[in-house]
């Protein structure tokens, strides 16, 4: 598999990625030159550097599902290759009302915090138990929603 080195700052909604290269090197010479123009201290500790494989084939994708209720309490989590058919986002609602939502990773806090924000982002679109929610659609609701909203205000 041929590698790619991530530099990416921030954390949760305030994470991004920054730069992409093609050796350790190139990304930590990069990320030097950005500590150095800082001009907080957070900022420079926010830079890391991931190491990313690139075309990984579905059928090794790692898929963490995240059982959450209204309230934002992780009921469980697990994880599961190639999960739901690779598919990853909404998946269902479960029995008692909870969400279930999978995200391509195997860092289970991660998905728990990805999760999380889409739980408040249905619930800002009166969307929490809709029957018409479907894997392909969360992303169409959630923003046909806010534009609804904007255009009645």
């Given at each position: 598999?041929?590698?790619?080195?991530?530099?990416?700052?921030?954390?949760?909604?305030?994470?991004?990625?920054?730069?992409?290269?093609?050796?350790?090197?190139?990304?930590?010479?990069?990320?030097?030159?950005?500590?150095?123009?800082?001009?907080?201290?957070?900022?420079?500790?926010?830079?890391?550097?991931?190491?990313?494989?690139?075309?990984?084939?579905?059928?090794?994708?790692?898929?963490?599902?995240?059982?959450?209720?209204?309230?934002?309490?992780?009921?469980?989590?697990?994880?599961?290759?190639?999960?739901?058919?690779?598919?990853?986002?909404?998946?269902?609602?479960?029995?008692?009302?909870?969400?279930?939502?999978?995200?391509?990773?195997t860092d289970k806090i991660r998905a728990v915090k990805v999760?999380?924000?889409?739980?408040?982002?249905?619930?800002?679109?009166?969307?929490?138990?809709?029957?018409?929610?479907?894997?392909?659609?969360?992303?169409?609701?959630?923003?046909?929603?806010?534009?609804?909203?904007?255009?009645?205000?």
């Amino acid at each position: 598999m041929t590698k790619v080195y991530v530099v990416t700052s921030g954390e949760y909604s305030d994470y991004g990625i920054t730069a992409i290269f093609s050796t350790n090197e190139k990304a930590e010479a990069f990320m030097t030159e950005q500590i150095k123009f800082s001009t907080d201290m957070l900022s420079r500790d926010n830079y890391n550097i991931e190491v990313w494989e690139i075309d990984l084939p579905k059928e090794s994708w790692i898929v963490t599902n995240v059982r959450m209720d209204k309230e934002g309490n992780t009921k469980d989590t697990w994880m599961e290759e190639n999960g739901a058919n690779g598919e990853m986002g909404f998946q269902t609602w479960d029995s008692e009302g909870n969400l279930v939502w999978g995200v391509v990773t195997t860092d289970k806090i991660r998905a728990v915090k990805v999760t999380n924000e889409k739980r408040v982002q249905l619930i800002t679109n009166n969307l929490w138990l809709s029957k018409d929610l479907y894997r392909k659609d969360v992303g169409a609701l959630i923003n046909t929603s806010h534009e609804a909203e904007a255009k009645t205000e």
